[in-house]
């Protein structure tokens, strides 16, 4: 049978709405129905709050809240499986053209019809690489297998950086790494405003310990200006950490985080582990100074662009902050320079990349040969 064309394509992809796979799942669907592609989004894990859904409508995107678990909270890997049965139960249903997934361990059981194209987004193996280090603990193991057998199902893998997808590759001894498609953000609504005092500011899922949110907090005691830090402080199997020195926002929506982000703050991320880091595009996109841990994914992304710092040693941070607040000129150059490199980000060139991967995927080409268009 031939492939479908891209003007009558339909994809079931799989996302939640914990972290920055649900602005990437929505920011994608918005951008492929330019292409003519319709998606219907399964959501796993918590269902989308009120401003989520309406983030799902404006992108054009169908929703179907599933209740299934995600695979890093389920408690043993038969609720795993069991998701992949009912996820392929629903392609079953539906019928979509393709299918891709967020969630890459729901291709280990889930015996699709179609295509399959999964994105390497984050995993537990690669993530306790870079936050804890040595053997992996059991219930990692276990999750990581699944994972490893979603990637051998899958037709084309893709990753969001170079360096997650040389990780990936050598975590899971993958024959090459995934192509590499980076990520893109639309920008986000609000006005530019800057303050007259200037403060710090973060945001993401700040309980998850990659996301080193304890480093900020503890530079904040440091610091002669105010933090402000936007996300969760607990997730939703239990972790969590406290905010004792920065200022705790909660989560905010999008246009929440835009009048943050259009105050132009000093932009900080000491992250351990972060395949891409959506947050940190948000604010280039608005123009903040960047300063950023010193890992392979941001070096690579945003290289000239930002300040980096040991994300171990919240002192050398604090020290680089109070230099940056106290120089609004290097602030607006700083500032400038993420802007201007957030312009290579965009919602449209990922569409591009991902439907050239479901083109591949659909016409059986193999791994072997570079996907037309795929960022390098």
């Given at each position: 049978?031939?492939?479908?064309?891209?003007?009558?394509?339909?994809?079931?992809?799989?996302?939640?709405?914990?972290?920055?796979?649900?602005?990437?799942?929505?920011?994608?669907?918005?951008?492929?129905?330019?292409?003519?592609?319709?998606?219907?989004?399964?959501?796993?894990?918590?269902?989308?709050?009120?401003?989520?859904?309406?983030?799902?409508?404006?992108?054009?995107?169908?929703?179907?809240?599933?209740?299934?678990?995600?695979?890093?909270?389920?408690?043993?890997?038969?609720?795993?499986?069991?998701?992949?049965r009912s996820v392929a139960g629903l392609a079953r249903q539906i019928r979509p053209d393709l299918i891709h997934l967020n969630a890459p361990a729901l291709g280990a059981h889930g015996q699709f019809d179609v295509p399959v194209v999964a994105v390497c987004h984050s995993c537990v193996a690669t993530w306790w690489q870079a936050v804890k280090g040595g053997p992996l603990p059991e219930d990692f193991i276990w999750r990581t297998e699944l994972v490893r057998?979603?990637?051998?199902?899958?037709?084309?893998?893709?990753?969001?950086?170079?360096?997650?997808?040389?990780?990936?590759?050598?975590?899971?001894?993958?024959?090459?790494?995934?192509?590499?498609?980076?990520?893109?953000?639309?920008?986000?609504?609000?006005?530019?405003?800057?303050?007259?005092?200037?403060?710090?500011?973060?945001?993401?899922?700040?309980?998850?310990?990659?996301?080193?949110?304890?480093?900020?907090?503890?530079?904040?005691?440091?610091?002669?200006?105010?933090?402000?830090?936007?996300?969760?402080?607990?997730?939703?199997?239990?972790?969590?950490?406290?905010?004792?020195?920065?200022?705790?926002?909660?989560?905010?929506?999008?246009?929440?985080?835009?009048?943050?982000?259009?105050?132009?703050?000093?932009?900080?991320?000491?992250?351990?582990?972060?395949?891409?880091?959506?947050?940190?595009?948000?604010?280039?996109?608005?123009?903040?100074?960047?300063?950023?841990?010193?890992?392979?994914?941001?070096?690579?992304?945003?290289?000239?662009?930002?300040?980096?710092?040991?994300?171990?040693?919240?002192?050398?941070?604090?020290?680089?902050?109070?230099?940056?607040?106290?120089?609004?000129?290097?602030?607006?150059?700083?500032?400038?320079?993420?802007?201007?490199?957030?312009?290579?980000?965009?919602?449209?060139?990922?569409?591009?990349?991902?439907?050239?991967?479901?083109?591949?995927?659909?016409?059986?080409?193999?791994?072997?040969?570079?996907?037309?268009?795929?960022?390098?």
């Amino acid at each position: 049978m031939p492939a479908p064309d891209a003007k009558s394509l339909h994809v079931l992809m799989t996302a939640d709405a914990v972290g920055g796979v649900w602005q990437y799942a929505l920011d994608l669907a918005g951008g492929l129905r330019n292409h003519g592609v319709r998606a219907t989004i399964a959501v796993l894990g918590p269902a989308p709050s009120a401003d989520q859904q309406a983030m799902a409508e404006a992108a054009g995107a169908e929703l179907v809240a599933t209740g299934l678990p995600l695979e890093w909270t389920a408690s043993h890997q038969g609720e795993v499986k069991e998701a992949s049965r009912s996820v392929a139960g629903l392609a079953r249903q539906i019928r979509p053209d393709l299918i891709h997934l967020n969630a890459p361990a729901l291709g280990a059981h889930g015996q699709f019809d179609v295509p399959v194209v999964a994105v390497c987004h984050s995993c537990v193996a690669t993530w306790w690489q870079a936050v804890k280090g040595g053997p992996l603990p059991e219930d990692f193991i276990w999750r990581t297998e699944l994972v490893r057998r979603g990637y051998a199902a899958a037709s084309k893998l893709l990753a969001p950086t170079r360096a997650f997808a040389h990780a990936t590759a050598e975590a899971y001894e993958l024959p090459q790494p995934p192509v590499v498609v980076r990520n893109g953000r639309r920008a986000l609504p609000g006005k530019t405003n800057a303050r007259s005092e200037v403060f710090v500011f973060t945001a993401g899922r700040l309980w998850d310990e990659g996301k080193n949110f304890a480093a900020i907090d503890r530079m904040a005691a440091r610091l002669s200006i105010p933090v402000l830090a936007a996300g969760p402080l607990q997730g939703p199997h239990g972790a969590q950490v406290e905010a004792r020195h920065a200022t705790p926002l909660g989560r905010l929506s999008d246009e929440g985080v835009a009048r943050y982000l259009g105050e132009r703050p000093i932009f900080v991320s000491t992250a351990l582990y972060e395949p891409f880091g959506l947050a940190v595009l948000e604010a280039a996109q608005a123009g903040c100074a960047l300063i950023l841990s010193d890992i392979p994914t941001f070096r690579e992304l945003w290289e000239g662009a930002a300040l980096f710092i040991d994300p171990q040693d919240e002192s050398a941070a604090a020290d680089a902050v109070e230099r940056l607040a106290q120089d609004s000129d290097a602030r607006a150059v700083l500032g400038r320079a993420a802007k201007k490199r957030a312009e290579a980000y965009t919602v449209e060139a990922m569409s591009e990349g991902v439907l050239n991967a479901y083109r591949s995927a659909l016409a059986g080409i193999s791994d072997k040969f570079p996907l037309e268009g795929a960022a390098a």
